[in-house]
């Protein structure tokens, strides 16, 4: 079974920290994702990457950087935390776009910025 | 570029009665198309996928979906709603492999709520 591991499930950090955001997968996808969860506005794609060191914004990037050194590790990076960030942030990961079938979830982590 | 959207962000249902929730896209290439399900406090889990082959799908949990190329519709659908259906569900799409123009990116709709009265 594919595994997407996200390193917190619970998250609360004050407001002007850098915070790290872990996601590791065990599938050796080429894609990895990172999204934004809130009411009402479903999921909210903020980066992905495609390949190591190689990232695209996605819809909402502002606030957040990523890193990808490692073909299996993708890194949210919150740089000075604000309380409009607390949040549902979920991984995923999925094959190369010539086999891509579907992307795997990790659990979420739920970060509350205080 | 491409889009989903979901009517309804609350559906209510009695237990035994059909379940319909609403997904209409819009994309420039011929879609992809998925449905997640979310149970509390967990990450999404693939229901069912459209790409490109049959267009009724199966999935699992009893809910199937049906690609109307006509009416840009991937509605889903389960004859007998069980108590254990309610979640949040939504639909994604993304381009299909080695299509020009297209991308890894998945998209997503806003949600369903899906509610089973006993």
């Known amino acids: 079974d594919v595994k997407v591991t996200q390193s917190s499930r619970y998250l609360v950090k004050r407001t002007g920290e850098k915070v790290f955001l872990e996601c590791v997968q065990d599938?050796?996808?080429?894609?990895m994702f990172w999204y934004r969860q809130d009411p009402g506005l479903g999921l909210r794609l903020i980066y992905f990457?495609?390949?190591?060191?190689?990232?695209e914004k996605g819809d909402i990037p502002e606030g957040y950087s990523v890193s990808r050194e490692k073909k299996e590790r993708f890194s949210l990076i919150l740089e000075s935390a604000s309380t409009n960030q607390t949040s549902m942030y979920l991984c995923?990961?999925?094959?190369?776009?010539?086999?891509?079938?579907?992307?795997?979830f990790g659990q979420g982590t739920r970060l509350t910025v205080v | 570029a491409q889009s989903v959207t979901q009517l309804g962000s609350h559906v209510s249902v009695s237990e035994g009665a059909l379940v319909l929730l609403r997904c209409n896209y819009s994309s420039s290439v011929p879609p992809y198309l998925f449905w997640y399900v979310q149970y509390p406090n967990q990450g999404l889990q693939l229901l069912l996928k459209y790409t490109s082959a049959a267009t009724l799908v199966k999935g699992i949990n009893g809910f199937e979906a049906e690609f109307k190329k006509s009416e840009t519709s991937f509605h889903l659908t389960k004859p007998s709603a069980h108590m254990s259906d309610a979640a949040e569900y939504f639909c994604a799409v993304t381009g299909p492999p080695n299509y020009g123009g297209a991308t890894n990116k998945l998209i997503f709709g806003t949600g369903t709520l899906l509610a089973v009265q006993p």
């Open positions: 599938m050796d996808h080429e894609n």
């Open positions: 990457s495609y390949d190591v060191k190689m990232k």
């Open positions: 995923a990961s999925s094959p190369p776009r010539g086999v891509f079938t579907e992307a795997f």
